[in-house]
């Protein structure tokens, strides 16, 4: 057993707020490399703005105001900069990045990662190359994110009535797709819907203070009612799973500032095809032509969204693929590979 301490300083979160109520990317990631930590057996400590000490999952989550221990086996500073100054005796270190890495060229980033030296971890390769070979780092590896346990027991099923979905950031093109959805798609096929399941409530204080942004756009996804857009607002993972095991297709354009997409990867998992289109990492999460489509332009994205909520046949071949291709990857397997970064 090993002593791992891992750290963030965002948006306040604990292992329990994840399971109650939805989290961003970032937030969910690192309580679940937290929690397969602990189910591997180690001692994992997890220091960051939670509210009040909590012991869950093997977990033990601390308020980082009340100070971090200076050693530990593995020590996981997840994207601050001032993270980078603590647990200076650990045996090994890991920074790990969420967002495209050019942000780690400022100054402030730069020096600290010439003195700590930490291998940075990135969820793919699109996401690795965001950081120039010149930039400093004691090493650099490629972890993918995992998918949660409840993403990966999806069963096989006929083809369901035409709901599109979208789960992301509405800040992320989804004034894009509604647009998208109410000149193409919804004409060609007529009884389609569109849940939206999108707000600031998964962001935090983060995501409020983005409000007066989202607002213009969630308001426009309300106006289209009519046109079979449904405004249902975030919901916890487990009611996510529910609701992608009656989904017919993620529709989802993508967005530079994405690294990963655990929107697009979740949905795979549970045998929903998606379409996206050719920006970041979106490639990496849709096998094009076989789990989904990976589109240029928006006349691209509405064909291949008619297709998937349409034709029955393409759909099964699609959504069998999913189930059996898109869903070896899970949390255990991303901790374990942590672990080997880490040397234990």
């Known amino acids: 057993m090993a002593r791992v301490i891992m750290t963030d300083d965002g948006i306040a979160f604990d292992g329990r707020m994840a399971e109650e109520r939805p989290l961003g990317g970032a937030e969910t990631a690192f309580v679940a490399l937290a929690n397969a930590l602990a189910a591997r057996g180690h001692d994992v400590l997890a220091c960051n703005r939670c509210d009040d000490p909590l012991d869950h999952r093997g977990v033990r989550w601390r308020p980082i105001g009340q100070g971090v221990p200076d050693s530990a086996d593995l020590y996981i500073a997840n994207r601050g900069d001032k993270l980078l100054r603590l647990v200076p ?20 980033y730069q020096w600290k990662l010439a ?3 930490p ?3 990135f969820s793919g390769a699109s996401h690795a190359s965001t950081y120039p070979g010149w930039g400093f780092a004691g090493g650099r590896a490629i972890v993918p994110l995992g998918v949660t346990d ?38 060609a096929v007529p009884v389609a819907e569109l849940h939206v399941f999108a707000g600031d409530a998964t962001y935090g204080s983060t995501g409020r203070a983005k409000a007066s942004r989202m607002g213009p756009v969630l308001e426009r996804a309300a106006r289209l009612a009519g046109q079979g857009v449904v405004l ?22 993508g967005d530079a500032g994405e690294t990963f ?29 076989r789990t989904g489509f990976v589109v240029r332009g928006s006349e691209a994205f509405a064909d291949a969204g008619v297709r998937l ?9 699609f959504h069998r693929r ?23």
């Not at 096989?156 to 599109?164: N, S, V, Y």
């Not at 255990?332 to 970064?341: G, H, K, Q, S």
Request: aromatic share 10%; proline share 7%.
């Open 309 to 317: 909520l349409a034709d029955d046949t393409l759909w099964r071949d």
């Open 150 to 187: 409840i993403f990966r027991h999806g069963e096989e099923r006929p083809p369901p009535a035409p709901r599109a979905i979208f789960t992301s950031n509405p800040l992320r093109s989804l004034d894009w797709l509604l647009e998208v959805w109410a000149e193409r798609i919804r004409p």
């Open 261 to 289: 997409c655990l929107a697009a990867a979740e949905a795979q998992a549970m045998g929903v095809p998606g379409v996206v289109e050719d920006i970041a990492c979106m490639g990496e999460r849709i096998q094009d032509g």
């Open 89 to 108: 005796k650990a045996g090994r270190t890991i920074f790990w990045i969420h967002n495209p890495a050019g942000y780690l060229l400022k100054w402030r």
């Open 322 to 344: 999913c189930l059996a291709e898109q869903r070896s990857w899970g949390w255990d397997e991303a901790a374990a590979a942590f672990e080997r970064i880490g040397g234990l």
């Open 232 to 253: 249902r607002g975030p919901v916890p993972k487990d009611q996510l799973v529910r609701e992608l095991a009656e989904a017919r297709v993620l529709l989802y354009r």
């Open 115 to 117: 003195w700590r030296r």
């Open 119 to 121: 291998t940075v971890v």
